[in-house]
């Protein structure tokens, strides 16, 4: 080959090398290039589900992202997580946790050898629902100071029901009799209608539930509140005081939800997706649309959200150890 073209070649592969140092950080920077795959560890029009999917239209809606909703029910939530575990670290895979599926399900379910803030990166934490105290509109109990007088005379005489055993529903309540000094008697129903109606014709004394699972029936006068658990009230139920307002300071009880990515994701693709979906609970519409659900948004950093996920995954071993609830 002559050498002038020898030389010639020898620049042209120099010109693109240095080109191709040039565009592939900018190709880069592109994110997200690709559908993003959202786990949801729960069935379609669940509680969970309808968040997730808020969120994941709100977030194409606004940036042109592509946002493949993938349910995994089962276990608890369990399966969904364990599936985002083992999912590839690229910043295209996503799973929406909750406290049931992080904090509990771990010390709940045998089996499982992942730890939520080893094996996940916590991205965005989206909205929390408080728990419900309440009894039928009917009932000879018309405050919580009530209930506890009646159970400190007569333990184990007042019942109450769930949506099941090992819920964060039920936990809750373990947790309040612990911080009441009372004992009640669990009634667990297989999921939060049979329980609501149960209580609503007065079969149980009382009713541990979602505020979303029993708004119906409070705006309907069959139910009447008598707390809820969170650290602030309800701003669906403003009149109704927390466990803490009446004389349990520092009980604060709630199920969150968020977005987790696999570990090993990078950091930058953290940092753009807790951005954009903090964007989002900064807009009065999407606010709004939460709330509707009966739960509150509320933004926080990656950072603030996995000290969220460390303290409560280490508090609710203690109280499932307790409860004495284990599921194989």
Known sequence: MPRKLIAFAVLALALASQLHAQVQPAAADAYPSKPIRLIVPFPPAGGTDILARLIASKLSEKNKWVMVIENKP????????????????????MVVGQKDNLAIGPWLYKGLRWDPSRDLVAVAHVAYTPVLI??????????????????RKAPGAINYGSPGSGTSIHLAAELFEKAAGIELTHVPYKGSNPALLDAVAGNI????????????????????ALAVTS???????PDVPTVAELGYKGFDVSTWYG??????????FVTTLNAEVNKLLADPEVRAAIKAQGAEPEAMTPANFAALIKADYAKWKGVVEASGVRID
């Open 134 to 151: 309440a009894t039928s509109a009917d009932s000879k109990y018309k405050s919580l100071a009530d209930v506890v007088a009646a159970a």
């Open 205 to 224: 004394d009382l009713l541990v539930s979602s505020v979303p699972s029993a708004m119906g029936q409070l705006k309907g006068g069959k139910l009447r």
């Open 74 to 93: 089962g276990a608890g939530g369990t399966i969904g997580i364990s599936e985002a575990v083992k999912a590839a670290p690229n910043g295209y895979e």
């Open 231 to 237: 650290a602030k009230r309800s701003s669906l139920l």
């Open 259 to 268: 977005l987790l990515v696999p570990a090993g994701t990078p950091a930058r």
